[in-house]
């Protein structure tokens, strides 16, 4: 006899099997659904999909206890904002952001059809597990997301991201993804068994030859197996539809891709002469700054030698001042000053020149003038009124 505690020990180990095999299944039955159709909102396969990684995220999370002391069910939308919040680029804010949206069970659902679009779902997924504070904080023991077998099913949803989801979050269907806080799994699409044509032409090659062995009456060779005839040219009629309708959107895709191709070739050659252009005028820049800076190292130079020079002077005046100046000194010094003095006294003499002559010029001008005033003008005006 169990235990009561082996008994729920037992139940526990049950469930997570349970969803764990009908998680891989429902993964499987995607990947089989988008080699023939889109996967869009309304596809039976997605809908189970997310009720089922709902349910492996909410498995043996431990309920909230409010201010009155009952516990209430929690949703996983929490335990995914807070173990991912440091996840680059993650789409919290937009499911913050969504109109239509207000409890925790909603916004957990809308995040599972983004992470989806974005094919981002194993990224946040390994994220969330390498939690191990959170994990034990927000889980009770036995949970899916506690054992080794989360990190298998993370490793089975990269698969998904060879998919492309496509869904509209609109506002009505927000809506429906709030309306109920658990939703049952649909179970039937992996409990039904049909034989396919090949599984059942088998069948019937193996009946025949033990019948054929027993000498028992046999179905005639020329009989066709059963299943085999109508049912098997519209299966493969349908096949051949839909591998046709892929072909023509591969053949679509492939003539997009072509011509981004060309766009992107001739963007990148006019980038590349665009950057030829700027190397130029960068090379130019380069040659002139260079230049100007031999300039300014030339001017530096002969600053420091100015400067050099007055330090020396310094020196002389002031060792002058001292009285300890030696010959040597004092006969370079003095000839530095006489060279100084030269240039002063030619500059001063040049310009005592020059004021000498702008004198002569102005006093002779004033001395025309006086001539002009008193001489030249009164013997005019005599003539004048003596000829009236």
Request: net charge negative.
């Amino acid at each position: 006899m169990f235990s009561s505690a082996d008994y729920a020990n037992r139940q526990i180990l049950i469930q997570r099997k349970n969803l764990l095999y009908v998680c891989r299944l429902a993964v499987k039955s995607l990947i089989d659904k988008s080699c023939f159709q889109n996967i869009e909102e309304g596809l039976d396969e997605l809908h189970n999909f997310a009720v089922i990684l709902e349910h492996v995220l909410s498995h043996r999370l431990k309920p909230h206890v409010n201010w009155f002391g009952t516990e209430e069910p929690r949703a996983f939308w929490g335990f995914v904002k807070v173990a991912c919040r440091r996840l680059q680029n993650n789409c919290f804010e937009k499911i913050e952001c969504l109109s239509g949206i207000r409890s925790p069970f909603a916004k957990g659902r809308a995040w599972i059809r983004m992470v989806l679009m974005e094919k981002r779902l194993s990224e946040y997924m390994t994220e969330a597990l390498a939690q191990n504070k959170l994990l034990t904080d927000y889980y009770e023991e036995g949970a899916i997301m506690l054992t080794e077998d989360a990190s298998v099913l993370a490793g089975i949803l990269v698969s998904l991201n060879a998919i492309d989801f496509n869904f509209c979050l609109k506002e009505k269907d927000l809506c429906l993804l709030g309306s109920s806080k658990c939703t049952a799994i649909d179970y039937t699409p992996y409990l039904k068994f049909e034989t396919s044509c090949e599984g059942r032409f088998n069948d019937w090659i193996e009946l025949n030859s033990l019948q054929s062995e027993n000498h028992v009456t046999c179905i005639s060779s020329q009989q066709q197996p059963i299943g085999c005839g109508s049912d098997s040219a519209e299966v493969w009629t349908e096949r051949y539809q839909k591998l046709l309708e892929k072909y023509t959107t591969l053949c679509k895709q492939k003539s997009y891709l072509e011509e981004l191709g060309v766009v992107r070739d001739r963007q990148l050659e006019e980038n590349s002469k665009h950057k030829r252009h700027l190397v130029d005028i960068l090379s130019r820049k380069d040659e002139e700054m260079r230049r100007e800076r031999q300039q300014l190292e030339a001017v530096i130079l002969e600053l420091q030698q100015q400067l050099s020079d007055r330090k020396s002077l310094e020196e002389y005046l002031l060792q002058q001042c001292q009285g300890n100046v030696d010959a040597d000194v004092l006969e370079s010094l003095s000839l530095h000053r006489f060279r100084h003095s030269s240039d002063s006294y030619d500059k001063v003499s040049h310009d005592r020149y020059t004021f000498f002559r702008l004198s002569c010029f102005s006093i002779l001008g004033f001395f025309l003038l006086f001539i002009l005033v008193f001489c030249v003008v009164p013997i005019y005006l005599y003539r004048y009124f003596c000829m009236v």
